[in-house]
């Protein structure tokens, strides 16, 4: 059965770095999805979700923007709240998989 919508998260690396990134977990190529998936796991959540499939290419284009917006940021400055985020994301959010 196919499911209609993607789960995605956006994180911040754990390393010096601290870089903001995000994955769409369910895009991933088969060669790629262990090394990406541990890549997250070893950061900070910052959000998750579902965005609708129909919806899938322009959502990506916020959550980039998004994700550009966090790295852009001074660390003196307020990194983007959940509600802000999820605030962003409404038009393409959608309810977890029962």
Not at 74 to 88: G, H, Q
Request: proline share 1%.
């Amino acid at each position: 059965m196919s499911d209609d919508r993607t789960m995605f998260e956006i994180y911040r690396e754990s390393d010096y770095n601290r870089a903001f990134h995000s994955i769409f977990y369910t895009d991933l190529d088969e060669h790629v999805r262990d090394a990406e998936i541990a890549k997250a796991m070893a950061g900070e959540t910052v959000y998750t979700g579902y965005v609708a499939d129909e919806r899938k290419e322009d959502a990506r284009h916020a959550i980039d923007a998004i994700v550009d917006a966090l790295n852009d940021a001074d660390e003196d400055d307020d990194v983007l709240s959940a509600a802000e985020i999820e605030r962003r994301l409404a038009d393409y959010l959608v309810d977890a998989p029962a």
